[in-house]
């Protein structure tokens, strides 16, 4: 349940990643960053198709690499990054998210995950020793590399929606986004909410865009409020040393992704 509480004025950074700007991730973008300003809060954008942003990740992110040196990822990005040296367009994106207090992701589904220029923000955005690594506190838990953050992913889907719940072809959404909920959101300590997502939208009537915008803004509305999903920390006692869950922390029945989410209640 949303609480009705007036919120204090939030920073929210929005990325969108859609080739046209008719389209209707487009529009959903624009709904978000109107709504979250009129709730009086702060919102920057980057739209990634309209940025021509550099989605391939290699040794140009990092200018003081050297040529001819065998690219170690990890401890390249994690160097420049330590250094203040990455390129300026990783450089900035970071600085967004760290002046935000959440971060909203909308994009369509495509073949089961994010477009691939999306997947590039988040691989060259995301470096070591900004999202991940021994310079910054351990993953999957409110206090890792980027604690205090709310998350919200926004996706659009052809298919319908029976199609993404239990028993359902595609799978479950929530197992769909799993790398992105989980393996984003919470590796790196941002708490994700629930995603928000509509379905059949290659042939999307006004009516049911309409309504569309409704349960949008309200998700947009909780941002700040709704209760994250509740994913299980690794230092809460669940895990052991091998990072494997613990025999027996689960309720009985429980297997696959689920494990890795406490009961609610």
């Given at each position: 349940?949303t609480?009705t509480?007036?919120?204090?004025p939030k920073?929210?950074?929005v990325v969108?990643?859609?080739?046209?700007?008719r389209?209707l991730?487009a529009?959903?973008?624009t709904?978000?960053v109107?709504?979250?300003?009129a709730?009086?809060?702060?919102?920057r954008e980057s739209?990634?198709?309209?940025?021509?942003?550099?989605a391939a990740?290699?040794?140009?992110d990092?200018?003081?690499?050297?040529?001819?040196e065998r690219?170690?990822?990890?401890g390249?990005?994690?160097?420049?990054?330590?250094?203040?040296?990455?390129?300026?367009?990783i450089?900035?994106?970071q600085?967004?998210?760290?002046w935000s207090d959440?971060?909203?992701l909308?994009?369509p589904?495509w073949?089961?995950?994010?477009?691939a220029i999306?997947?590039?923000w988040?691989d060259r955005?995301f470096?070591a020793?900004?999202?991940y690594g021994?310079a910054?506190?351990?993953?999957?838990?409110?206090?890792?590399?980027l604690?205090?953050r709310?998350a919200l992913?926004?996706?659009?889907?052809?298919?319908r929606?029976?199609?993404?719940?239990?028993?359902?072809?595609?799978?479950?959404?929530?197992?769909?986004?799993?790398?992105?909920q989980?393996?984003l959101?919470?590796?790196?300590?941002m708490?994700?909410?629930?995603?928000?997502?509509v379905?059949e939208?290659n042939d999307?009537?006004?009516?049911?865009?309409?309504?569309?915008k409704?349960e949008?803004?309200?998700r947009l509305?909780?941002?700040?409020?709704d209760?994250?999903v509740?994913f299980?920390s690794l230092?809460g006692g669940?895990?052991g040393?091998d990072?494997?869950?613990?025999?027996g922390v689960?309720?009985?029945?429980?297997?696959?992704?689920?494990l890795?989410?406490?009961?609610?209640?």
């Amino acid at each position: 349940m949303t609480d009705t509480t007036p919120q204090q004025p939030k920073k929210i950074l929005v990325v969108s990643a859609h080739p046209d700007a008719r389209s209707l991730n487009a529009a959903l973008t624009t709904f978000a960053v109107d709504r979250l300003r009129a709730a009086g809060h702060e919102v920057r954008e980057s739209d990634l198709y309209a940025m021509k942003w550099k989605a391939a990740l290699d040794a140009d992110d990092y200018p003081e690499h050297t040529p001819g040196e065998r690219l170690r990822v990890m401890g390249a990005s994690e160097r420049a990054t330590l250094a203040g040296r990455l390129s300026p367009d990783i450089a900035a994106e970071q600085e967004k998210v760290l002046w935000s207090d959440a971060v909203v992701l909308q994009f369509p589904l495509w073949w089961f995950s994010a477009p691939a220029i999306l997947k590039g923000w988040i691989d060259r955005v995301f470096t070591a020793g900004f999202g991940y690594g021994p310079a910054v506190p351990p993953p999957y838990q409110e206090g890792s590399a980027l604690p205090g953050r709310r998350a919200l992913v926004s996706v659009t889907a052809g298919a319908r929606n029976t199609a993404f719940l239990d028993r359902g072809i595609h799978g479950r959404l929530a197992d769909v986004l799993y790398p992105v909920q989980h393996g984003l959101f919470w590796f790196t300590g941002m708490a994700p909410l629930e995603p928000f997502a509509v379905y059949e939208a290659n042939d999307l009537p006004e009516e049911r865009f309409a309504a569309a915008k409704r349960e949008y803004g309200r998700r947009l509305d909780g941002l700040f409020t709704d209760e994250p999903v509740p994913f299980r920390s690794l230092v809460g006692g669940d895990y052991g040393h091998d990072m494997r869950l613990l025999p027996g922390v689960e309720a009985p029945g429980t297997s696959g992704l689920d494990l890795h989410v406490r009961p609610r209640g």
